[in-house]
């Protein structure tokens, strides 16, 4: 490969530094000297109208869980210290009992997938100040009963209750098997795409213990090799169902904490589905559940009765293309509930009684709520987050129960999200933009008028005026069929209209996503300012299947998933090539995950649009996928054979044309390398020069050590280099 000149480098270098901008380096993206002070672990706690996070104290070297009045700001107290128990290591996750007197406590925790993980937990008396470990090895997920004086949890496939007054547990099931059978904890393709881990729940009273069983028995296996540092690598498989083939069974069960006997829910009248929620409502004999088909375009919301197994359908929904699944479910008082759907062509909030009479749609317009935050029962109002003010923008509303009086509770323009206290009186307004890095102030949920700063990223904000860094323009690009896409462009500080620039375009594309928002920048932003301080302009385009411009905008690629958002991310590089200072003949495009499959389609589809590539992780063949995921939006390959092979890279090795780096984490439990290994193969058969890159256990996020600064340094010189 043709390299750039190093004094051509130097020069850039130069011109930067007259400039008066200083340099951003690889190093400071990764080491996080330009990230944000952040509120983190933040819970609010419910009985003291005091929020909770861990705090680090630099004076004893330890965690702490502290608690902070909402009113005052003030802190309360020191929660728990672990300067004072040395068996707590780290403070890794904590969770509170209802009635705020004992914490759960996460420490020496070991991920699995990408949500779960095993964690040695103990159990901590506020009052009495001891700790007491859970089990005698690690745990998943423990749960308090309402009253606080039971716990749930799961261990090796099985279900547990633990009396913690007698500090005995008894096992729920003995059926558990790794690779076979789990109870109450999601099997891979349910976590990953429902995001969803603990499948039980406590009723109200503490008398019932709900969950779902997953048999993955005929689920077909995946294995990757481990490397390690061992003489020989070790293998690490797990039930991975592929799209078309067999998922897990599940099957829903109610166990009776007295009588310690367990009650299967019938649900044969259903065949070949997902439960991808369960959850009680406010009548402790009833427990709510979310059926979906799997098509996943058909969704019963079923009540069963606890005393006798029985169900009924409250609500049943359907939809051309596919149901989203959220977590906005919240039962009233009274046992009416709040829904949320697209029905209307957004996604809006929906008031229905206990039997499933819709009494009012709550929200409306052609806009979407993006968080659902809560409802204040005394005053009934309901509080969220929506795109009101434009798709690139987030605020925060007020709304009252019968749909009235509608307030937006937010007032700066860019991204705001909220944490409210317990009597919904106060809120913490989280706010960033493309320009302003992240604020915390306490706002009133009356009016939304700021009384204090909490953190104001001052110091940061300082510390960047000295890269002068690239403002993102934000711009709609038309398609060819009469839509807009929300775009933005980061041009070098010292741009030069007379001059012709490269471009690097950035997406994932993937549906609902969003790449183009008006919020703070992450590591990859920096990364894109760095290359604009080489002299390169950095694009991103949110082409049709992208969210929060509808369900007709994001449901338009059903059942050819890659078809439109490749052609949108071609129209938008010719729309680009007309600008009289971008350079048509040096266009690339990168990406990552479903933006990976999007790059590498875009260089072999659009070879006369884009002279270089960048994929990391990518699906290269939608076969190779989960169920849940491509099935919900390609339906099964054997009922939509070319939707899934006319979008599939491996068949269209043979147009590559331009440069092409592929990079892949050996142990991606998501994303299989198998995707990269077929792609090799492909481009090997068709003799075919490009630059690949495996990284040996690395996982989806390609992470660890110096993992991500070697690998944004190989991209960079890939890029320096052929574009």
């Not at 009635?99 to 996460?106: G, H, Q, R, T, Y």
């Not at 990518?618 to 939006?633: A, G, Q």
Request: with cysteine; proline share 3%; hydrophobic share 35%.
């Amino acid at each position: 490969m043709n390299k750039i000149p190093t004094t051509l480098l130097f020069c850039l270098i130069a011109l930067n530094m007259a400039f008066g901008q200083k340099q951003i380096s690889l190093n400071e993206i990764w080491n996080g000297s330009l990230q944000p002070q952040r509120m983190v672990s933040v819970s609010a706690m419910k009985n003291s109208n005091q929020y909770s996070l861990v705090e680090y104290n630099a004076n004893s070297s330890s965690s702490q869980i502290n608690s902070y009045d909402f009113a005052t700001l003030k802190k309360a107290s020191t929660l728990f210290d672990t300067a004072l128990f040395p068996a707590i290591k780290s403070i890794d996750d904590y969770k509170f009992s209802a009635d705020e007197k004992k914490i759960l406590i996460a420490t020496l925790s070991s991920p699995i997938f990408r949500h779960s993980f095993t964690a040695d937990y103990y159990l901590y008396d506020i009052a009495t100040k001891t700790l007491e470990k859970v089990g005698d090895s690690p745990i998943q997920e423990p749960t308090f009963s309402t009253d606080g004086t039971q716990l749930a949890y799961a261990q090796n496939n099985n279900l547990y209750h633990y009396n913690i007054s007698t500090k005995t547990a008894t096992a729920i099931t003995h059926d558990g098997k790794k690779n076979h059978i789990i109870n109450g904890i999601s099997d891979w393709v349910y976590e990953e795409e429902f995001a969803v881990v603990s499948q039980f729940a406590w009723n109200g009273d503490g008398t019932k213990i709900a969950y779902v069983k997953f048999d993955e028995t005929e689920v077909p296996e995946y294995s990757m090799d481990i490397y390690g540092k061992g003489l020989y690598p070790t293998q690490s498989v797990f039930k991975y169902p592929k799209a078309g083939e067999k998922n897990a069974l599940v099957s829903l069960h109610i166990y009776d904490v007295k009588t310690q006997k367990t009650a299967a829910v019938d649900l044969s009248n259903y065949s070949d589905f997902y439960i991808p929620r369960i959850q009680w409502t406010n009548e402790s004999a009833f427990l709510s559940v979310q059926v979906l088909n799997r098509h996943q375009n058909h969704l019963d919301l079923l009540f069963i009765d606890a005393k006798d197994a029985s169900k009924k359908v409250v609500l049943s929904e359907t939809d051309p293309a596919y149901i989203d699944i959220t977590d906005h479910l919240t039962f009233l008082k009274d046992n009416s509930f709040i829904w949320s759907s697209e029905k209307d062509g957004y996604l809006h909030l929906y008031h229905y009684s206990k039997t499933g009479q819709l009494l009012k749609q709550l929200t409306k317009g052609p806009w979407e709520i993006t968080e659902y935050y809560g409802l204040h029962e005394k005053t009934k109002t309901l509080y969220f987050q929506s795109v009101e003010n434009g798709s690139t923008k987030r605020d925060v509303f007020s709304i009252q129960l019968d749909g009235k009086n509608k307030k937006q509770l937010t007032t700066d323009s860019g991204t705001n999200s909220a944490l409210f206290s317990p009597n919904f009186d106060l809120f913490i307004n989280t706010f960033s933009s493309s320009v302003q890095a992240p604020t915390y102030t306490l706002k009133q949920s009356k009016n939304g008028q700021t009384l204090k700063t909490i953190v104001s990223n001052e110091t940061l904000n300082n510390r960047l005026n000295d890269y002068q860094l690239p403002e993102k323009e934000f711009l709609e690009i038309p398609t060819e069929h009469g839509g807009m896409m929300n775009a933005w462009i980061m041009k070098p500080k010292n741009f030069q209209a007379g001059k012709k620039y490269p471009v690097l375009m950035y997406q994932y594309s993937g549906p609902g996503s969003q790449q183009v928002a008006d919020k703070w920048w992450d590591t990859n932003d920096f990364w894109h300012a760095m290359l604009t301080q080489h002299d390169y302009i950095v694009v991103a385009v949110d082409g049709r299947g992208t969210g929060f411009k509808g369900a007709k905008f994001k449901k338009s690629t059903q059942n050819q998933l890659g078809k439109l958002e490749v052609e949108d991310q071609i129209i938008a590089a010719k729309y680009l090539g007309n600008f009289n200072y971008i350079d048509p003949s040096r266009i690339g495009i990168w990406g990552w995950s479903f933006g990976g499959f999007m790059s590498t389609n875009c260089l072999l589809k659009g070879a006369d649009v884009f002279k270089a590539a960048i994929a990391v992780a990518p699906v290269t063949n939608w076969r190779f996928y989960d169920t849940i995921y491509t099935e919900r939006y390609l339906k099964t390959p054997q009922e939509n054979a070319a939707g899934y092979d006319e979008n599939s890279p491996i068949f269209f090795a043979d147009q590559l044309q331009g440069k092409y780096l592929l990079i892949h984490g050996s142990a991606d439990d998501n994303v299989h390398v198998q995707n990269t290994m077929v792609m090799i193969e492909a481009l090997v058969q068709q003799n075919k020069q490009f630059d690949w890159l495996i990284y040996p256990d690395k996982n989806h996020g390609i992470y660890g050590g110096a993992t991500r600064l070697q690998l944004y340094t190989k991209m960079t010189d890939f890029i320096l280099n052929n574009l």
